[in-house]
């Protein structure tokens, strides 16, 4: 039912800057909390950053300070400013939602991140 696609990703060096964006579609995205996870290779998956409807956020440790996760409801949109990258920052970067009376999660199709030292 929901649809999440991801832009934004590419190849950057350590110390430089990426923007990451997720749009929403085919639910109610004002209802939805919406996240960025990460897999690297050879890795699970972990969530990087997390905001609800009412735009409360919380972060991985290893990112915050970092990383900005935000949200555009008019836009339907998420995004994630990233700042000083690291090369362990390197993985494919997806999107994630949950409506708030769900548990079912809805994932976007990844966006790969590579910070190159």
């Known amino acids: 039912q929901v649809q999440l696609v991801e832009s934004g990703g590419g190849l950057v060096q350590t110390g430089e800057s990426l923007r990451l964006s997720c749009v929403a579609s085919g639910g109610i995205f004002l209802s939805q909390h919406m996240a960025w996870y990460r897999q690297a290779p050879g890795k699970q998956r972990e969530l990087v950053a997390g905001?609800?409807?009412?735009?409360?956020?919380n972060y991985a440790s290893s990112v915050k300070g970092r990383f900005t996760i935000s949200r555009d409801n008019p836009k339907n949109t998420v995004y994630l400013q990233m700042n000083s990258l690291k090369p362990e920052d390197t993985a494919v970067y997806y999107c994630n939602a949950r409506h708030t009376w769900s548990l079912s999660v809805y994932w976007g199709q990844g966006t790969q991140v590579t910070v190159s030292s």
């Open positions: 905001i609800t409807p009412n735009s409360i956020t």
